[in-house]
């Protein structure tokens, strides 16, 4: 079974600081791994996801992971922080079994932007 | 296009009452998940659709819950009854492919006084 650790449930940043958010999953196969965000009373919206292809993925508003095997571990990155970036953040991964492609999550992580 | 929607997007019932909730799925999208958030812990798996066909059902907690996605288009999740420790924000998600980015409906809020 796989499972997700992401550690912090709250960050703060001040604007225009380094965003850092952590991951660490298990998994006993190669696995997906996947950042979702979610903003106010809206759904989960895909950051960015690595595929077993390159280790270094680029997502969208800036954002960007790298998968590091030899610390299981997919931290989530971005250089300068903007108030628009405030809102919960999740750390997933899926691994294809008998046709199923479950997602299972990490806690969350709530970023707050500061000026 | 539209994206996944869910309805109701808030609901407050009873403890022994009885709800249904919704998930129209973005059109052609033959894989459907249920998720639920309990608060303060993490999004978990219920059960994944493929058309009109459970696929994985190993996340359903009991059998108060019954899910149904008849014709293969929009699902259902019945709970029956309810019970106090069944409140969270149950996600409904939908995928083209197995493989493929899972969108997210924004999630219906239930609450079980």
């Known amino acids: 079974a796989q499972s997700v650790t992401q550690l912090g449930s709250h960050v703060s940043v001040s604007e225009g600081a380094l965003v850092l958010l952590r991951c660490n999953y298990s998994s006993s196969v190669p696995p997906y791994l996947f950042w979702y965000v979610q903003y106010p009373n809206q759904g989960l919206q895909l950051l960015l996801k690595y595929t077993s292809a390159a280790t270094l993925v680029k997502g969208i508003n800036g954002f960007e992971a790298e998968f590091k095997k030899s610390e299981t571990s997919f931290h989530l990155t971005k250089p300068s922080a903007h108030m628009s970036d405030a809102a919960e953040y999740f750390c997933a991964v899926s691994v294809l079994t008998g046709g199923g492609n479950k997602l299972t999550f990490g806690t969350g992580t709530q970023l707050k932007v500061e000026l | 296009e539209a994206g996944v929607t869910q309805f109701p997007s808030h609901s407050v019932i009873e403890k022994g009452q009885t709800v249904t909730l919704r998930c129209d799925p973005i059109?052609?999208?033959?894989?459907l998940y249920w998720y639920r958030r309990v608060m303060g812990k993490e999004i978990k798996f219920l059960l994944h659709f493929v058309k009109e066909s459970k696929q994985d059902e190993s996340g359903m907690p009991n059998n108060r819950f019954l899910a149904e996605r008849t014709g293969g288009t929009y699902s259902t999740l019945k709970v029956q009854p309810a019970e106090l420790e069944d409140s969270g924000v149950y996600f409904c998600?939908?995928?083209?492919?197995?493989?493929?980015?899972?969108?997210f409906g924004p999630g219906t809020r239930l609450t079980v006084l």
């Open positions: 998600a939908s995928s083209q492919e197995l493989v493929g980015e899972q969108f």
């Open positions: 059109s052609g999208h033959d894989n």
